[in-house]
């Protein structure tokens, strides 16, 4: 059985940055695309970052240039660099595959962006 762990997130100003982890048990890591989403208050989840097998990356254009996604499939854990935070980046996010799996979902962690 696939469990997928958030961690990592936190308080921090604008401006600041985080990384959060998500640390994948089972057999499914190194053969599939891990994601990060995240949901804020009253809006429905949303994709914000993807890394494939092979490590190519694509993000929401809203994090473009400020978020880095990077995986390391010998620990099956994917990582995500979140600089330059913004009040809008806040958030509980989740990792899971892409696309995901109802199963699959974690309790996610929480990034507040806030002074």
């Known amino acids: 059985q696939v469990q997928l762990v958030e961690s990592g997130g936190g308080l921090v100003q604008p401006g600041g940055s985080l990384r959060l982890s998500c640390a994948a048990s089972g057999t499914i890591f190194d053969i599939t695309t891990m994601a990060w989403y995240r949901q804020a208050p009253g809006k429905q989840r949303e994709l914000v970052a993807f890394i494939t097998r092979v490590s190519s990356t694509n993000y929401a254009d809203s994090v473009k240039g400020r978020f880095t996604l990077s995986r390391d499939n010998a620990k099956n854990t994917v990582y995500l660099q979140m600089n330059n935070l913004k009040p809008e980046d806040t958030a509980v996010y989740y990792c899971?595959?892409?696309?995901?799996?109802?199963?699959?979902w974690g309790q996610g962690t929480q990034v507040t962006v806030s002074s």
């Open positions: 899971n595959t892409l696309p995901f799996q109802r199963d699959y």
